[in-house]
């Protein structure tokens, strides 16, 4: 198969895959928090929600950090005049778990680690994709949990609790995902 027949979108993940990865000698690589922005970025266009979950048109589809947020500036300057679905993204940092309603994304901070069970219920109606980077966040009930591999951001994707959130993951998303299931 030639990459003119591969679907634009299999391209875009495998570029950003790419430039994720550490080259080498590059002096410019990007931090760990600015590669996991980017990754959120890329969810938010790869995943497919729920009609009645998504704000209406002219609103903002809201990416939220729960907790202690480890992005600095690296999440507001990667979403900074893009789009989902037409709708302007925003970046919306919260300390309760209450105040992450309304939000398409939440990120939940290894700071929540201690609640993760209270947070991950409070999170589990339609149309919220839920993403951390705590260990086995995704085998403990999250959507997709970030992990290291070899100093490379990778990560996990529990289908079935993406499933029950009634989102849609790109087969394209899958494949770059290790596949994990709850306990």
Do not use: H
């Amino acid at each position: 198969m030639s990459a003119r027949s591969l679907p634009r979108r299999t391209l875009v993940l495998a570029a950003l895959c790419l430039a994720c990865s550490p080259a080498a000698g590059r002096a410019d690589l990007p931090t760990e928090y600015e590669v996991k922005a980017a990754y959120l970025y890329n969810f938010a266009r790869f995943v497919e929600w729920p009609p009645a979950s998504l704000p209406a048109a002219g609103k903002t589809f809201v990416v939220a950090v729960l907790g202690v947020d480890p992005f600095g500036d690296a999440l507001d300057a990667t979403l900074a005049g893009k789009q989902i679905m037409q709708r302007d993204l925003t970046v919306r940092r919260v300390a309760r778990v209450e105040e992450a309603a309304g939000a398409q994304i939440v990120f939940i901070s290894s700071s929540e680690s201690p609640r993760l069970t209270r947070v991950l219920s409070a999170l589990a109606g339609p149309g919220i994709l839920t993403v951390g980077d705590m260990d086995d966040f995704a085998r403990q009930g999250g959507i997709i949990g970030f992990r290291m591999e070899q100093r490379k951001v990778r990560f996990d994707i529990n289908p079935r609790q993406a499933v029950r959130a009634r989102l849609k993951i790109s087969s394209q998303l899958l494949r770059l995902a290790q596949l994990v299931e709850a306990p």
